[in-house]
């Protein structure tokens, strides 16, 4: 099909032909590995697991037990379905009134209640996706540029990016001082898009961090609400990790930062939220934008009604999450079970000499194999992918998708499978260490042969060409839901 | 402080259309707490059959729940596919092929879901122009298309201007002359059209004729058709509604068919003819492989939510229940646009012919002071304050021609609607006592003119107008 018309115009648009969906990137090609040989304990056993998606699913049981125990939450059941009626019809893009107070309420919880978060602040987006594209639109104008520290998650790219004009410039962090964002790199940052005659408009963060696992301690966080206040600049606060935090310290929102000094101009700070990752609801899209900016929130108002919550979903949330009980079980029984999942794994890592970042957040692990490239190169880096997805057979994803200054690191997610997956996961690993020694003139070696071994008949290159029939976002193309109907 | 987009006013919610809103937000009518509130007649909505789906769902209760134990709601609450859930794309788009009667089948892959059509509208203009081109659409047009096809894009809009002389149909020369103010006077590059089929707010299907002279037009352009359809299912007589997708597969032109079929688009959402606004149902369809993949990524912004995915395929893909629903969803429609069109006729007030739509575009130029739109203007704010209905003005869908009104009809109960046609019953009097009293004073008291208030009220206008003073 023709991009050209007769008359020479373009039929479409740049935006819609050129590649900044960011899919592209080497974060979605793993996934089409997986796509193309899907792991299932029982029906193919030697298939790639999934270690590239950052997804919770520790915690469906007690939400399963929830609704069986609340059926008048859904409006199709007997007990609810005599408000179907009124939640069909609501579009206000207020949202409904019980929805903005449980996600308000259960906001703070979540920051263990050293905050209150105002249900009139509260806009709805079509997940955080959604809500940092609606964020950028209202922010920054096509050409403005976002700081961001590195290494970030990739999906940044598109959601800043892609429509918006907007772009992206990195804070360069380094694992010599275990990727702390570093006044010294913000002004770096800073300083060379003044020079490239960029306008900054922002820094966004992402706290917890993704892919790092790790939390902005208070001091850093301070760093960075003076740093945006000198600069006059916003501060975009992606907490959509906020529930995922296991073990000491402590989360500190910026929330909670911005009480404690009145100097600080409220008006640059936005926080963007969403159910899916604390509470594994990805499906639903519940994305959150909370700003202290009274114009903010009524702009960004009016745009969410480009991805407003279904009403149907919202009603849902407001029922589970106003069940102060519920919640409370529910977040430290997540906590517990990825504070034990995050100790598995990383016993079973460390066992065979693979260190990872001391993280005590996310859903995933920022792991060290620097140790295991045959030179500190992106090209190394994505060789030793190649052989991870290959012959270890785990989707994990290298750092330099995320960004990331250093070559070596790889994020792996850890509470996206059952424990015998993970078990099975570690049994891959630890064989594929053992297998190849520590040389590296060796390991590259038994790498490629081990990849001329399990792929006599396939390239990479062949794989990587097969056009992915997921999306990124998607988990299980063997969902049954998806097997059984189509 | 905030980006351009932010700080202008390009959302379009200044428009008058939104302003009624408020209003009526500010004092809503209920039949018990506040009677004498305004009553909502600005919302297109469709609540004459959510009994029929309530219906459903108590029959059908292991059909849309989480009952099968935990695996199908991790399942669904874990999907996030932008690629949608196919058993509710098949089911989409079967429902929207018995919409047609079968006329045309429309393809799931072909499908793209998105948040509502205020997110596939703006999807679209994203990925067919780029800042600064234009999109014709032909007056008047549903005012929110300012705020989804113009804010975030950067697109503009070029009025394709349709009057009362023709019951306001889409003409060759004025889309020739839109097209030629874009391009020459404008400076703008024009990438399509796009219309509502059928229209808000005239509640009317576009002819054959019309659909083809707009394919002809694009043809020659070489631009894009977008076909808003979402209210294809309100049609409720049997002049029938074609969709351009089925035009377009029929299309004979110089042009190959396939060329056409990549510059046609069309939307769609199950907001007004289910009746489900609130779960953001929505979706593009189009034959263009490269559209589809970019809209597909694009919807990544606002994709359908998993939970109501689920919900919905279970209904649509019960065929008895769209079969009987499409039906009598029709026929309700029907006996209440005839129930407020024979009304306003007993007052003497006019509507534009229409046959589907939830609402009735209304002549009330009479009762214009003057030919003007500020004249149109306070005879909105009489209807929202002394009436009590919150009507819309032609002027907020960019009207050319002032004194037209739409009201809604199918987003309230038969008494509410009584109760909004006494109060515009009382309103036709007063104007009418008022235009009596106005012309005593102008002319003075002969015995013989007003002998026209013992006419029935239909006639009393005219028989006024053609009186000789």
Not at chain 2, 371 to 390: H, K, P, S
Not at chain 2, 441 to 469: D, H, N, T, V, Y
Request: aromatic share 10%; hydrophobic share 40%.
């Amino acid at each position: 099909m023709s991009y050209i018309s007769s008359n020479r115009t373009p039929l479409l648009s740049k935006i819609a032909t050129n590649d900044g969906h960011a899919e592209k990137s080497p974060y979605f090609d793993g996934w089409k590995a997986y796509d193309k040989n899907p792991f299932h304990p029982t029906q193919n056993p030697n298939g790639v697991i999934q270690m590239g998606l950052a997804e919770n699913q520790l915690c469906f049981d007690l939400v399963q037990e929830w609704l069986v125990n609340n059926p008048k939450a859904s409006i199709c059941t007997e007990e609810g379905v005599d408000k179907f009626r009124d939640i069909a019809i609501f579009q206000d893009y207020h949202g409904l009134p019980e929805f903005r107070n449980a996600v308000a309420k259960f906001m703070g919880r979540v920051r263990g209640d050293k905050v209150r978060f105002e249900p009139d602040r509260i806009v709805m987006s079509g997940g955080a996706t959604g809500a940092l594209e609606l964020i950028t639109f209202c922010l920054a104008d096509p050409g403005d540029a976002f700081l961001v520290p590195t290494p970030y998650y990739p999906g940044f790219d598109r959601d800043l990016c892609w429509r918006t004009g907007a772009r992206l410039l990195p804070v360069v962090c380094h694992s010599s001082n275990n990727f702390k964002v570093t006044r010294k790199a913000l002004e770096d940052a800073y300083a060379k898009a003044v020079e490239a005659n960029i306008r900054v408009k922002g820094l966004l963060i992402t706290n917890p961090s993704n892919p790092l696992g790790t939390i902005l301690d208070r001091d850093t966080l301070k760093e960075l609400m003076s740093f945006i206040n000198e600069k006059n600049i916003h501060l975009v606060c992606d907490e959509i990790y906020a529930a995922t935090v296991f073990r000491q310290p402590n989360f500190v929102s910026i929330a909670e930062i911005i009480e404690e000094d009145q100097e600080y101009n409220r008006n640059l700070v936005h926080i963007v939220y969403s159910l899916s990752k604390d509470m594994g609801f990805p499906g639903f899209r519940v994305g959150i934008v909370y700003s202290y900016n009274n114009a903010m929130v009524e702009c960004g108002r009016k745009m969410s009604s480009f991805g407003l919550v279904s009403s149907q979903t919202q009603y849902l949330i407001a029922s589970m999450l106003s069940d102060d009980q519920f919640i409370g079980k529910f977040l430290l029984e997540s906590s517990g079970r990825l504070a034990t999942r995050h100790k598995d794994f990383t016993d079973g890592l460390r066992q065979v000499g693979i260190k990872c970042l001391n993280s005590n957040a996310g859903l995933f692990l920022w792991m060290d194999l620097r140790g295991l490239l045959r030179e500190s190169t992106v090209e190394a880096e994505a060789a030793l992918w190649r052989v991870i997805i290959n012959d270890v057979k785990l989707n994990v994803s290298p750092g330099s998708s995320f960004h990331c200054s250093e070559p070596g690191w790889f994020r792996v997610c850890i509470a996206n499978m059952n424990e015998e997956t993970m078990k099975v996961a570690l049994t891959r690993i630890r064989e594929f260490v053992l297998r190849n020694g520590d040389k590296p003139g060796r390991k590259e070696k038994s790498c490629q042969s081990n990849l001329r071994l399990n792929f006599p008949f396939r390239r990479m290159e062949d794989v990587m060409r097969t056009p992915c029939i997921m999306s990124p976002h998607s988990p299980i193309p063997q969902s049954p839901l998806v097997q059984a109907r189509t | 402080m905030l980006s351009r987009k932010a700080s202008c006013n390009s959302h379009g919610q200044d428009s008058y259309y939104f302003l009624g809103w408020e209003e009526y937000r500010k004092n809503p009518y209920d039949e018990v707490r506040n009677s004498s509130g305004i009553i909502q007649m600005g919302l297109a909505e469709n609540q004459l059959s959510l009994d029929l789906v309530e219906s459903w769902l108590e029959s059908n209760p292991e059909a849309t729940g989480f009952t099968n134990g935990e695996s199908t709601f991790r399942d669904i609450a874990l999907f996030q596919d932008y690629h949608g859930l196919p058993a509710f794309k098949n089911a989409l788009a079967g429902f929207m092929a018995r919409i047609g009667e079968n006329k045309v089948s429309f393809d799931p892959n072909n499908l793209v879901l998105t948040a509502g059509t205020t997110s596939a509208n703006e999807i679209l203009m994203f990925c067919l122009a780029e800042p600064g081109d234009a999109f014709l659409v032909p007056t008047p047009y549903y005012p929110g298309f300012d705020r989804d096809l113009k804010w975030r894009t950067g697109v503009e809009i070029i009025p394709i201007h349709r009057s009362s002389s023709n019951g306001f149909k889409i003409t060759e020369s004025a889309m020739e002359e839109a097209f030629e103010h874009a391009q020459n006077q404008l400076n703008r590059t024009v990438k399509g059209l796009l219309i509502t089929n059928p229209s808000n707010p005239l509640g009317t299907t576009m002819t054959r004729r019309e659909l083809n002279q707009i394919i002809h037009f694009a043809n020659t352009k070489n631009i894009h058709v977008i076909s808003d359809e979402i209210y294809s299912g309100t049609v409720f007589d049997s002049l029938g509604f074609i969709s351009i997708v089925e035009l377009a597969s029929q299309h004979k032109s110089s042009h190959n068919k396939d060329d056409l079929l990549s510059r046609v688009h069309m939307v769609y959402s199950l907001s007004k003819d289910l009746g489900l606004p609130g779960f953001r149902a929505g979706a593009i369809y189009s034959h263009n492989e490269v559209v589809v993949s970019a809209a597909t990524k694009m919807s990544s912004f606002g994709l359908v939510s998993s939970q109501t995915q689920h919900l919905l395929s279970s209904m649509l893909s019960n065929e008895k229940f769209v079969r009987e629903y499409l039906s009598e969803n029709r026929t309700r429609i029907k006996n209440r646009q005839q129930t407020l069109v024979s009304g306003l006729k007993d007052l003497g007030i006019k509507c534009l012919n229409s046959n589907a739509g939830l609402f009735c575009w209304v002549d009330m130029k009479k009762f214009l002071k003057l030919n003007t739109f500020e004249a149109e203007m306070e005879l909105w704010r009489r209807l929202i304050y002394e009436v009590g209905c919150n009507v819309s003005p032609g002027s907020s869908f960019h009207c050319v021609e002032p004194g037209w009104f739409r009201i809604c009809f199918a987003n309230m109960d038969e008494r509410t609607m009584a109760v909004a046609m006494r109060r515009v019953r009382v309103f036709v009097d007063s104007m009418h006592a008022e235009r009596i009293k106005n012309m005593k004073s102008q002319f003075g008291e002969g015995e013989r003119k007003w002998s026209a208030l013992a006419l029935p009220c239909s006639l009393r206008f005219e028989m006024i107008e053609g009186m000789e003073i």
